[in-house]
């Protein structure tokens, strides 16, 4: 026993197993990999549903897209003239009551108009008409990319 702890790097059993289980310096990258590529399947496939649930076919412009800080007050309008705040069905006339009472920052909200490609553009100037008239000034249209 005395003889091999004279003997260069520890000898015996414990230099031979201190050796063989050295800390590993490297990354092992793969269980990353992994994670990052799952939440991209995530995040692809959940992407289309965070839109606003009413089906509108939106006619298509070649506008430049407005950039802003928080999301806007959606006012949907579909074919048959039925109006939707964000998702709930409402009339006309109490559109502004609504609109006021879920407005964070009062008159200066932005809401957004989407408007189907085949609703009468009468109900959507009615709409857009109510909004300026109650002094929701920051009003846009909402349309499809596209040739214009």
């Known amino acids: 026993m005395g003889a091999s702890m004279n003997m260069p790097g520890g000898g015996?059993?414990?230099?031979?197993?201190?050796?063989?289980?050295?800390?590993?310096?490297?990354?092992?990258?793969?269980?990353?990999?992994?994670?990052?590529?799952?939440?991209?399947?995530?995040?692809?496939?959940?992407?289309?549903?965070?839109?606003?649930?009413?089906?509108?076919?939106?006619?298509?412009?070649?506008?430049?897209p407005l950039e802003g800080d928080t999301d806007p007050l959606t006012i949907s309008i579909e074919a048959d003239g039925t109006i939707y705040l964000q998702e709930n069905e409402i009339t006309l006339d109490t559109l502004i009551a609504r609109?006021?009472?879920i407005a964070e920052t009062?008159?200066?909200?932005?809401?957004?108009?989407?408007?189907?490609?085949?609703s009468n553009y009468g109900v959507i100037m009615r709409v857009?008409?109510?909004?300026?008239?109650?002094g929701f000034n920051r009003i846009g249209l909402v349309t499809v990319e596209g040739d214009g």
Request: aromatic share 6%; net charge positive; hydrophobic share 45%.
């Open 12 to 64: 015996g059993r414990r230099g031979r197993r201190a050796r063989r289980f050295q800390p590993q310096s490297e990354i092992n990258v793969t269980p990353f990999v992994d994670v990052m590529l799952v939440l991209l399947i995530i995040f692809m496939v959940s992407a289309p549903l965070l839109t606003v649930g009413v089906p509108i076919d939106l006619p298509e412009s070649a506008a430049n």
């Open 99 to 101: 609109l006021e009472a």
């Open 106 to 118: 009062g008159y200066e909200e932005r809401v957004l108009v989407r408007g189907d490609t085949a």
């Open 128 to 134: 857009m008409g109510r909004l300026n008239q109650a």
